[in-house]
């Protein structure tokens, strides 16, 4: 499906984003209202929305979050550690912990 239009509806609700295709075939996204919607962002949001639907789970790892949802939560954990003497870290570390048990 090749989308060839973008339409955008503002209902009392916040919005509606359709992406239509070159047939009838067609996508709607409808956003709920928030401080943050306007207009111009409205289609950013959307295809953001329909990008994180349709990736594959990766089990809540950071690389398969969006990078604004990320430094949202980098912020969220700064305020809520400050003041430290560590700030904390988005990152993950991929390498399993070794069982200090193991062998024994």
């Known amino acids: 499906m090749v989308l060839r239009d973008i339409t955008v509806y ?3 609700d916040g919005f509606i984003v359709e992406f ?3 047939g009838e075939d067609s996508i709607a996204v409808t956003l709920r209202s928030t401080p943050e919607l306007t207009l111009e962002n409205a289609v950013a949001r959307a295809k953001a ?3 994180t639907a349709i990736e594959p789970v990766h089990g809540g790892s950071a690389r398969g979050k969006d990078p604004a949802l990320l ?3 980098l912020e969220e954990g700064l305020e809520d550690s400050f003041p430290a003497s560590d700030p904390v870290s988005v990152t993950s570390s991929s390498i399993p912990m ?3 048990n193991a062998g024994r």
């Open 10 to 12: 503002q209902t009392e």
């Open 98 to 100: 070794r069982d200090p």
């Open 20 to 22: 239509g295709s070159e």
């Open 49 to 51: 929305l329909i990008a």
């Open 71 to 73: 430094e949202e939560e």
